[in-house]
């Protein structure tokens, strides 16, 4: 199946910081997404971004699927955006619809 | 629209009890799924459908049954409950097909603890 392996594990910033999370992959796909759980454990959509640069305010998601990774950026870094960061990964075809998820980025912002 | 919706949000079961989560949408998706999501872990299929009848085994299918008689609805059942199965259950949506848009919607998720 495919592996799905993000950098890094845990990453502890100051609020105003920006940082960058990846997300690398071991085969084609054409689905990938990022989710935000937050302490409560809900997972919030982020991006649906199997290809291509994406942003909203600010966080934004570039995947280059030809070398099989994916970044996510997040800047001026909030108290709110503590959680763990979730990529996942699928090939979308008729009838075999499954999602890999790697480990989770756990990001926490310090005020 | 209420999205996906997952009744309980908490459940303690002893070992050997059997008990069904319930999962909802509203948004006339197609695909349906079932993940669950063990400490310090990401998410691991159980099952998922493909419309009203057809299901289909993830990675972590022992222990588990489903089934989808509406589009709106896909219950999982636990079966002789064990310690194993303490987790997070999360259910999702997507719209699906062959070339549509696959982005996978989440519910809240049910904590179950077996003891």
């Known amino acids: 199946g495919i592996q799905v392996e993000q950098s890094p594990p845990d990453l502890i910033l100051q609020e105003g910081a920006n940082s960058t999370l990846r997300c690398n992959f071991s085969d084609s796909v054409n689905n990938l997404q990022w989710f935000h759980q937050n302490p409560w454990g809900q997972l919030i959509n982020l991006f649906y971004?199997?290809?291509g640069t994406k942003q909203n305010g600010r966080l934004s998601a570039t995947t280059v699927a030809t070398e099989r990774y994916s970044l996510l950026y997040i800047s001026s870094s909030q108290t709110t955006d503590s959680g763990v960061y979730f990529c996942a990964v699928g090939i979308s075809n008729f009838g075999n619809e499954k999602l890999t998820f790697g480990t989770g980025t756990r990001l926490t912002i310090i005020p | 629209n209420a999205g996906v919706t997952q009744t309980p949000k908490f459940r303690i079961l002893k070992i050997g009890q059997s008990m069904t989560l319930q999962c909802t949408q509203d948004m006339n998706h197609n695909y349906m799924y079932w993940y669950r999501q063990d400490p310090g872990m990401g998410l691991k299929l159980i099952y998922y459908?493909?419309?009203?009848?057809?299901?289909d085994k993830g990675e972590v299918p022992n222990g588990y049954n489903v089934s989808r008689s509406t589009t709106e609805d896909f219950p999982l059942r636990l079966e002789l409950a064990a310690p194993s199965q303490t987790s997070v259950y999360f259910c999702a949506s997507s719209y699906g097909g062959p070339k549509g848009d696959n982005e996978q919607f989440f519910g809240p998720g049910t904590r179950l603890t077996v003891l």
């Open positions: 971004i199997p290809s």
């Open positions: 459908s493909v419309g009203a009848g057809i299901t």
